[in-house]
T-cell receptor
Framework: DGGITQSPKYLFRKEGQNVTLSCEQNLNHDAMYWYRQDPGQGLRLIYY???????QKGDIAEGYSVSREKKESFPLTVTSAQKNPTAFYLC????????????FGQGTRLTVV | GEDVEQSLFLSVREGDSSVINCTYTDSSSTYLYWYKQEPGAGLQLLTYIFSNMDMKQDQRLTVLLNKKDKHLSLRIADTQTGDSAIYFC???????????FGTGTRLKVLA
């Protein structure tokens, strides 16, 4: 079945460590997105990519990095520079135009210990 | 910049109708969406409406759009306990590759 897969579902990180969250889609979508979800704040856009080897910063990119070497994959690295990384991270993808729906993964809950 | 606002909580009794409201600021929005999020899960699209439409009905769901006031609502008829979730309103603008989401409304259905 086509879909978008995030892994792992739960992730624990020690302070000062970088960690990479995986996002893979087999929907042949050009665009992919990373959102951060905090209680009462909705979804905030971290990075998005319209095409392979290209990506743009969203509203809260500081402390995060991404790559888009393959159409299917858009990994997110949470670096030690991110001051408050504990959150629920959602990856999404959509077709070429943003007037089609965005499909979401099941999310990764990152906890810094 | 663009902004989408929703109230944070709504509580209804099973069998009643629920109405979740949303306001947005971007007058050039092309599509407006309603997504549902169950605990610990991703978002699932419930329905969407094109910006030149006033209303869309899909089984128990009715979406109303007042473009003049930039107000969107989602009505759920005969609300069931399985409808308890967070509901997100979102808007997109063709060509920008960006979706703007509201804060989400947590719907609690009381048996």
């Amino acid at each position: 079945d086509g879909g978008i897969t995030q892994s792992p579902k739960y992730l624990f990180r020690k302070e000062g460590q970088n960690v990479t969250l995986s996002c893979e889609q087999n929907l042949n979508h050009d665009a992919m997105y990373w959102y951060r979800q905090d209680p009462g704040q909705g979804l905030r856009l971290i990075y998005y990519s319209q095409i392979v080897n290209d990506f743009q910063k969203g509203d809260i990119a500081e402390g995060y990095s991404v790559s888009r070497e393959k159409k299917e994959s858009f990994p997110l690295t949470v670096t030690s520079a991110q001051k408050n990384p504990t959150a629920f991270y959602l990856c999404a993808s959509s077709g070429r135009d943003s007037d089609t729906e965005a499909f979401f993964g099941q999310g990764t809950r990152l906890t810094v210990v | 910049g663009e902004d989408v606002e929703q109230s944070l909580f709504l509580s209804v009794r099973e069998g009643d109708s629920s109405v979740i409201n949303c306001t947005y600021t971007d007058s050039s929005s092309t599509y407006l969406y309603w997504y549902k999020q169950e605990p610990g899960a991703g978002l699932q699209l419930l329905t969407y409406i094109f910006s030149n439409m006033d209303m869309k009905q899909d089984q128990r769901l009715t979406v109303l759009l007042n473009k003049k006031d930039k107000h969107l609502s989602l009505r759920i008829a005969d609300t069931q306990t399985g409808d308890s979730a967070i509901y997100f309103c979102a808007e997109s603008n063709a060509g920008t590759y960006k979706y703007i989401f509201g804060t989400g409304t947590r719907l609690k259905v009381l048996a």
